[in-house]
Nanobody, 115 residues
Framework: QVQMAESGGGLVQPGESLLLSCESD????????LGWHRQAPGREREMVAS???????IYADSVKGRFTISRDNAKNTMYLQMNSLEPEDTAVYYC?????????WGPGTQVTVSS
C-alpha cells in the first residue's frame, strides 16, 4: 500500500503563509491523481485542491487565488502553498493519492490560523 505523509502545518496569524508538503513512497507517484482535503472541527471534510497526473488543477472556490497546488514527481512530493490565510482555513489538512481504484490518505497535519 502506498504511504502518504503530510508536513508543514502549524500556527500562523491571519494574512500569513504556510507551505504544506505531502511525500509518498509509491513508485507510481507520477501516475497518481493527487489532492488535498481539510476538515474543521464540527464540519465535514471538504476538497481543497487537486492535481491530475497530467497537471490539470481544480480548487475549491474558498481558496482560489490564495492557495496553489503543485507536484514534483522527481521527489514524489506534492505541495500546497497557502497564502493570505484566514481563520476559516483552520483545519486538519489531509493529502491523498489515487491510482485506479485505490486511494491512499495521509494522517493529516493541523493548520491553525489565529491572532
Amino acid at each position: 500500500q502506498v504511504q502518504m505523509a503530510e508536513s508543514g502545518g502549524g500556527l500562523v496569524q491571519p494574512g500569513e503563509s504556510l507551505l504544506l508538503s505531502c511525500e509518498s513512497d509509491g513508485v507510481i507517484f507520477h501516475l497518481m491523481h493527487l489532492g488535498w482535503h481539510r476538515q474543521a472541527p464540527g464540519r465535514e471534510r471538504e476538497m481543497v485542491a487537486s492535481i491530475t497526473a497530467g497537471g490539470s488543477i481544480i480548487y475549491a472556490d474558498s481558496v482560489k487565488g490564495r492557495f496553489t497546488i503543485s507536484r514534483d514527481n522527481a521527489k514524489n512530493t506534492m505541495y500546497l502553498q497557502m497564502n493570505s490565510l484566514e481563520p476559516e482555513d483552520t483545519a486538519v489538512y489531509y493529502c491523498y493519492g489515487k491510482y485506479l481504484l485505490q486511494t491512499n490518505w495521509g494522517p493529516g497535519t493541523q493548520v491553525t490560523v489565529s491572532s
